[in-house]
């Protein structure tokens, strides 16, 4: 019995190691060219080459600039958190701070799009203010439930006793 074992099991291992070695070389999980997300729009705006092309570059600095904020808020997150101990950090410029560096990104959103609508024809504009309309109301404008029926709402504000 252990005999036959012995060659099954060192199969399935030379196996699951080829797989590793596989997924470690190619990354096809870091594969970008197929993310649905980058190709939504020129997909539903039916864009010509030359207007995917404007788009992927577009896209791609305002992946770049969105990236570059997203390091800066953490940064500064991890500055404001780690500063409990410490009594000489001023914790309100720290969150002026990154207050200002929200509205940067969101600035860079509002940009990005403006750009994308200005590369539309005008039939293309009219389905692209659809889109966007529909994005900023949620899908369907459903909202979930409050409370999630979770748990009854609690009166007077104090957390349960222990």
């Known amino acids: 019995m252990k005999s036959k074992l012995l060659p099954a099991l060192l199969i399935i291992l030379i196996v699951l190691n080829g797989f590793l070695i596989f997924m470690l070389i190619k990354k096809p999980h870091q594969n970008r060219e197929h ?14 080459e030359k207007q995917k092309e404007v788009f992927e570059n577009l896209d791609e600095t305002h992946r770049e600039t969105m990236m570059d904020l997203d390091k800066k808020i953490r940064k500064q997150k991890d500055i404001l958190f780690n500063s409990f101990g410490s009594d000489d950090v001023n914790t309100d410029s ?23 609508r ?3 024809s005008p039939e293309q504009q009219e389905k692209f203010d659809k889109i966007i309309n529909k994005a900023l109301k949620g899908a369907g404008g459903v909202k979930p439930p409050r409370n999630n029926d979770r748990r009854p709402p609690r009166e007077g504000g104090m957390p349960p006793p222990r």
Do not use: A, D, H
């Open 118 to 120: 200005k590369i539309c």
């Open 35 to 48: 993310l649905p997300q980058r190709t939504f729009l020129t997909e539903q705006l039916q864009f010509s």
């Open 94 to 116: 720290l969150i002026k701070k990154n207050g200002e560096l929200q509205v940067q990104k969101e600035v860079e959103v509002f940009r990005f799009f403006k750009s994308v």
